[in-house]
């Protein structure tokens, strides 16, 4: 790697395309996201039903550390995980168990209860892609397969059966991004038989092919083309190995350095790794493209004879990490102001119905459905106001009868989890926010007490620390809808209870660089509150919205934001709904979720210079509303 580039465990600034290359050949990952890339195993044993977990950083051989411990002792369990939660499924102590537990990956702590299994069950075969998680067939003598969606804690659900009953699979992760396999499985007598399901489309298993022979409790590994079945029951140390997207028998790898049935399988992109198993506590690994024996990778640190592993980094992950795309410009060098870069667009918190923790994020410049970025640091943020950097997503206050004044962040460049970053001055909800490049404000809300508040406060997005009294809305109101370029922060419409109450059309400004009181900018074309706005450098947009009653709103209008006067007809959504959310860059304007009464996932887009209709983006994760109002992207109202 040139000199003049970051290391990969420090990625900052441009990569070079033919940098990231490598990095993806060597590390299986992204640039950033080596330190990333973890397996986790349940140090389960045939005489202990144990909660302790280990983790490994996969690219870097090493004895396993301590993790944190499942909610519930058990042994052979399933792993399963998306890029940011890895869950374990069923068991037994010695009754079989229904449960799932959960945690994020890149902390280090006690794992939660996620929900239930449709079935008690344990030695089900897993498989996942970055969205959703399935189990298949296990003891006892079961053909069911059942589903996880990873980003709404819950039940699972029904997905189809195996072609035939079977116990004993291995427990860990095979598959692509579309496809999971189950390989093997059996008790008396075991089989070689590979099926495998089609993640996009509920139903029961296909045949694939067959291993090079008969077993179960292997360890499973994958990248997004090979799925590799390593040791198990009735073997020695036999590793196969078979190409995802054809049909047909598998192919010998080569051999684990220890014969063992019931490894841990985890793996990024390039290494599979498989930890404990019956006997001992070795740690091995494999590079999954080139056909060789194993190599040591470690030990865990306890005998785990009945281990089960899960990684954040599989073959089912294959979106790219959502790092700036400035980052890739061609010319290696960031793209020039107002060129239409700043292109990810988050949503953070909600309802669906229950509060969710989830963050979403999609790539604004490319239509289609949003994937899991992380999760936020605890669970008030409802009703939140949102604003961001081109680094940096923010969200503050929200709630329900517990109102916080806690702002969190994320670094956009890495998926992950919020952290902490100050407090508001006033515990709130139903605020809204806004942005310029340094300054993230909030305006309006309503206090623990139900009162509302005219209060605009700001913070310095670079800085960690606790905002600061910018000054006042020309109304004392909640949910307006705030958006704004680098020099403008405006707030439309919302719920005003002094000197009215009523639901308002007022559109209100302020300079952002300059606290001081909001000034009155103009009227919306309809009175409105609960909607949505973002905003180009000249333009924004207020979509959606309701009357406070029965009344939903698909209007959208337009302001040029550097005059002051009324607010324009633009065009419509596609549904009229409120609650919903917004994110947007220099270029295109999203509107995400709401309700109407009755939940959406439904995304919108308009292009912002050019009035008329929105048209379907794609669909949330899951149907939510009352997430963050204000834009949280890296290229909003002249970021890009």
């Given at each position: 790697?040139?000199?003049?580039?970051?290391?990969?465990?420090?990625?900052?600034?441009?990569?070079?395309?033919?940098?990231?290359?490598?990095?993806?050949?060597?590390?299986?990952?992204?640039?950033q996201q080596a330190t990333q890339s973890r397996g986790l195993i349940q140090l389960s044993d045939s005489s202990n039903d144990s909660k302790n977990v280990d983790v490994i950083t996969i690219p870097t051989a090493g004895n396993a550390t301590d993790f944190g411990d499942v909610a519930q002792g058990g042994r052979m369990a399933s792993g399963l995980g998306s890029a940011t939660r890895n869950l374990f499924a069923g068991g037994r102590t010695p009754s079989l168990l229904n449960r799932i537990d959960y945690i994020q990956s890149l902390t280090t702590g006690n794992f939660a209860d996620f929900g239930?299994?449709?079935?008690?069950?344990?030695?089900?075969?897993?498989?996942?892609?970055?969205?959703?998680?399935?189990?298949?067939?296990?003891?006892?003598?079961?053909?069911?397969?059942?589903?996880?969606?990873?980003?709404?804690?819950?039940?699972?659900?029904?997905?189809?059966?195996?072609?035939?009953?079977?116990?004993?699979?291995?427990?860990?992760?095979?598959?692509?991004?579309?496809?999971?396999?189950?390989?093997?499985?059996?008790?008396?007598?075991?089989?070689?038989?590979?099926?495998?399901i089609t993640f996009s489309s509920s139903?029961?298993?296909?045949?694939?092919?067959?291993?090079?022979?008969?077993?179960?409790?292997?360890?499973?590994?994958?990248?997004?083309?090979?799925?590799?079945?390593a040791g198990g029951t009735g073997t020695s140390a036999v590793i196969d190995?078979?190409?995802?997207?054809?049909?047909?028998n598998a192919i010998d790898?080569?051999?684990?350095?220890?014969?063992?049935?019931?490894?841990?399988?985890?793996?990024?992109?390039?290494?599979?790794?498989?930890?404990?198993?019956?006997?001992?506590?070795?740690?091995?690994?494999?590079?999954?493209?080139?056909?060789?024996?194993?190599?040591?990778?470690?030990?865990?640190?306890?005998?785990?004879?009945?281990?089960?592993?899960?990684?954040?980094?599989?073959?089912?992950?294959?979106?790219?990490?959502?790092?700036?795309?400035?980052?890739?410009?061609?010319?290696?060098?960031?793209?020039?102001?107002?060129?239409g870069v700043g292109n990810i667009g988050f949503l953070m918190g909600g309802y669906n119905p229950a509060k969710t923790t989830n963050i979403d994020f999609i790539n604004i410049s490319t239509l289609g459905n949003s994937v899991q970025f992380g999760d936020i640091s605890h669970d008030e943020m409802t009703r939140n106001a949102g604003f961001s950097s081109t680094t940096k997503g923010f969200s503050?206050?929200?709630?329900?009868?517990?109102?916080?004044?806690?702002?969190?962040?994320?670094?956009?460049?890495?998926?992950?989890?919020?952290?902490?970053?100050?407090?508001?001055?006033?515990?709130?909800?139903?605020?809204?926010?806004?942005?310029?490049?340094?300054?993230?404000?909030?305006?309006?809300?309503?206090?623990?007490d139900g009162a509302s508040i005219n209060v605009i406060q700001y913070v310095t997005m670079a800085t960690i620390g606790n905002a600061t009294d910018f000054g006042d809305l020309t109304l004392i109101r909640y949910t307006p809808m705030g958006t704004g370029n680098s020099t403008r922060g405006i707030s439309a419409g919302g719920y005003?209870?002094?000197?009215?109450?009523?639901?308002?059309?007022?559109?209100?400004?302020?300079?952002?660089?300059?606290?001081?009181?909001?000034?009155?900018?103009?009227?919306?074309?309809?009175?409105?509150?609960?909607?949505?706005?973002?905003?180009?450098?000249?333009?924004?947009?207020i979509g959606a919205g309701s009357d406070a009653g029965s009344t939903f709103y698909n209007v959208l209008d337009y302001i040029t934001i550097g005059s002051t006067g009324n607010a324009t007809d633009f065009g419509d959504l596609t549904v009229a709904r409120s609650g919903i959310m917004c994110t947007g860059n220099d270029i295109r304007g999203v509107w995400l979720g709401g309700s109407s009464p009755s939940l959406s996932n439904v995304m919108d887009y308009v292009t912002i210079a050019s009035t008329g209709n929105a048209a379907d983006f794609g669909d949330l994760i899951a149907a939510r509303y009352g997430g963050n109002n204000g834009t949280i992207s890296n290229g909003h109202g002249g970021l890009s």
């Open positions: 790697m040139a000199n003049s580039y970051p290391r990969r465990d420090q990625a900052r600034g441009i990569w070079k395309i033919n940098d990231i290359t490598k990095n993806i050949k060597e590390e299986g990952t992204y640039p239930d299994l449709t079935v008690a069950r344990r030695l089900a075969g897993a498989c996942g892609n970055r969205i959703q998680g399935h189990l298949g067939g296990g003891t006892p003598s079961l053909n069911s397969i059942e589903k996880i969606t990873y980003a709404t804690l819950g039940n699972a659900v029904d997905f189809g059966d195996l072609q035939a009953a079977t116990e004993s699979f291995g427990s860990t992760q095979a598959n692509s991004a579309t496809r999971g396999l189950f390989g093997g499985g059996g008790d008396s007598p075991n089989n070689a038989k590979i099926e495998f139903g029961g298993g296909t045949d694939f092919g067959d291993l090079t022979d008969t077993r179960n409790q292997t360890g499973n590994v994958s990248s997004t083309t090979r799925a590799v079945f190995y078979v190409e995802i997207g054809s049909l047909g790898f080569g051999d684990l350095t220890n014969a063992v049935q019931h490894p841990a399988g985890m793996c990024n992109l390039t290494r599979g790794v498989f930890a404990g198993g019956d006997p001992g506590v070795t740690i091995d690994f494999i590079t999954i493209a080139t056909r060789a024996n194993a190599t040591d990778f470690g030990d865990c640190t306890a005998a785990c004879s009945q281990a089960t592993g899960g990684s954040n980094s599989h073959g089912g992950i294959d979106e790219l990490v959502p790092r700036a795309p400035e980052l890739y410009s061609p010319t290696g060098k960031p793209l020039a102001q107002g060129a503050a206050g929200g709630g329900d009868a517990g109102k916080t004044d806690d702002i969190v962040s994320i670094e956009m460049q890495s998926k992950g989890n919020s952290s902490d970053f100050g407090n508001a001055t006033v515990s709130y909800s139903y605020t809204t926010g806004g942005s310029n490049s340094t300054r993230g404000l909030t305006y309006g809300g309503e206090t623990p005003a209870t002094s000197p009215t109450t009523s639901v308002v059309n007022i559109i209100d400004y302020i300079t952002i660089s300059s606290t001081g009181d909001a000034q009155d900018f103009g009227d919306l074309t309809q009175a409105r509150y609960d909607g949505a706005a973002t905003s180009s450098t000249t333009r924004s947009v």
